[in-house]
């Protein structure tokens, strides 16, 4: 996720949730005040108007009442119980009729009833000599009370509200003689709780506060309106309003305050009242949709939204500019990189000035591209220089699948890089060795860890075979273990077919030279020896030195093929137990004429036990030989020439010194340069070569050991030569020195 | 001297160092058979069953390492032995000599005719 998003969200989280959260803990607390102050004006209502309701019965009760003391219905009613007098009895209903519209336009009907219960005069004279449907009510006991009625359908199709109350003799004692019965217009109550009728009785104000949807009804035992609805017509009688506030009122007497269903199954916040006479149950019923009540909450809310909306966009704003401050740079910066790991490392930085961490890490990688392209121009000089060498360079992982080739592997081996890379190295020119030559190449560089070298067989892409000459060597982590194989190849064909000329060459000049010389040894031989007759002195002796001039001969072609093996590298060393001791005897044995003619003083000795050592028995022989050759020919007669053999740290040492002319002091240096002869030297024998020494030193060299000496010049020299006792693995030459 | 004369094969394309080789081994008391190339020493030892061979290793028609291989394959040739004698100081060739069973490498010049006899009585047993 990138950090504007990050930053965003975290702003968001930070500010726009309390926010949120502090709303809505708001909102539940203001809904709850809301609806307790509504419920508490619904109840202050509702009680209200319980009050007027019965301050308006009361009313008519008196009314009724002050209408029964009226001397003229109880003489009437006497007369009529008395005599029954027809004339009477309409004196009388004109009487009530003249006082109906007096007493109040809400009065419908006025009864007189006797004690029997039957109507004897009426406003309505049709009613007269019928039974009164509730004269029972009246009769049994309660007699002296007046009573309300439950309202009900009258004949006349209004509502009536009956009130009765006694009718009582003139003169003491007063003595119930019938029933006055009033019916009012039950729709009377409808103005008394939309506050019409008591602005009529003189109130100063209607109770408001229940908005548009707020109503107050009356619902009666049988849960039926018996008021009007705001929103049904002709409701009374005919609505039903089986809600709970009614049943609640009902069944337990109980007065509700709360959130309910109406009649309507809207939600309202309901206050009830129980209204209850002895002939009825009325519950009265304040109510007001919720919707309504909690109106101020939808404000409050949308409020909220608003403050939220601009808030929530404002922070998301300022998130936005304060995210893009910081990531632009960070932007910026990563193009830059991603530039330079795609390649291009000529990337310009852009100057981001900032003084914070982000113009550091600016700084710092400016720092590095630089440094990155320094190297990199390195690195290009070096792989250019890699790509364009003459010899085959790869690199392999470690199982020989090819990772890089240098250009020379198409004039090496005929195939193109693109063939090559993702192959197995060799696997389109090789094999062509034996099995076990490649299995000692890999178990040498992935099990031993160590490089490898060899010439090997090849076959190019046009077929033609060729020698090549191989060196792999694995790279290892710091672990320990194989990354890559790093293997340089070069075509030897060329220079094998040379050497091979050379040394067949050297080969065939030595065979041919030392043929003659055989002859002339071997016949000289034969007549020193005797074979043919006697010689005389002068004939022996001119024998003698055709004799020796061909020894020296035969020496001279033996030291030229040394000196061209050890050159050509093709000699070869072959390392088996012998004596050191049996080794000098056998070598001082051959210059037993020489030793014995100049009557030389020549002792051997070894420091403690003479070793035995695992040597080249030739090569050593070569060395041995051409130290005491030069110790012995230049040393006068009757000098002293000393050999001597210790070992210490599995070393042989052999030092021999002699008496001799020695070496001047400013030729020692170039002692074991080939064909060096010393002045000195020249002056006594002419006929060395000038290879003894520099074939000992090859020698020496070749098998790890070390020649040193020390001279004074007419005093003497002391040749010191260390050699392991032990020589390494045998060196595959293919020449034996001689 | 043993009354039986031991017989020597030389074969040697040299014609003066075969016959100085020749004229040496009378002297010393062989019976001594010539061959100038390992061809006619084939034949000569199939013939006369010499008890040593003296072998130079360049020659024409059959060189000396061929009739060494030869010789080897023959029943009377297996056992019989052979010294070279030769100027050539090649080790491959050594090394080939050797396998078949030669008895010694012997470079000419740097051998006398007197050390030759030596290492072939050496050989036959004879010292």
Redesign the interface.
Known sequence: MKIRQKLLIVVLLVTVVPVFLVSFLSFLNTRDLLQELALSSLNVLAEFKEGQIFFYLDTLKTRTVDFASDGFISDSLEKISASGSLDTVDTLNSHLIRNKKILNNNLLNIDVLDLNGNIVGSTSVERIGRENLYKKNYFEGIWDETLVKDIFLGEDGRYHLEISTPIQTRDFPKKTIGILVNHYDALLLDDVLTGKLVLELGATSQLGGLGETGEIYLVNEDKFMISGSLFVEDAIFRQKSDTYPVRKCLEDGEEVSGMWKNYLGVEVLVSSMCIVNGNFKWTLISEQSVAEALSPINRLIDNFLIIGFVGTTLVILLAFFVAKHLSKPIVKLTESINKVSGGNLSVKMEDINRKDEIGELNKAFSKMIDRLQISAKDLEKFKFAIDNTSDFIAITDKDGIVLYSNKAVESLTGYTIKEVKGKKIGSLWGDLMPKEWYKELWDTVLINKKRFSGDLKNKRKDGKEFIAGLSVSPILDNAGEVVFLVGVEKDITEKKRVAKAKTEFVSLASHQLRTPLSAINWYTEMLLGGNLGDLTKKQRSYLKEIYNGSQKMVSLVNSFLNVSRIELGTFMIEPEMASISDLVQKALKEFEPIINEKNIDIKYNCVGKCPLVSVDVNLTNIVLQNLISNAVKYTPKKGKVRIKISQKNKKLFILVSDTGIGIPKFQQEKLFTKLFRADNVIKVNTDGTGLGLYIVKSIVDAVGGKVSFKSVEDKGSTFTVSLPLVWGKRKKGTKRLV | MAKNKKILLVVED?Q??RE??K??FL?EGFEVLEASDGAQGLNIFSKEKPDIILLDI?MPVMDGITMLKKLRRLEAGKKVPVIVL???????I?AEALEHGVHDYL????W???QVVEKVNEKLGLK
């Open positions: 040299n003066p160092l100085v080789i004229d040496k002297k360049i030769t100027n050539l100081a090649e080790v491959g050594t470079i000419k010049s740097d006398k005719l007197e």
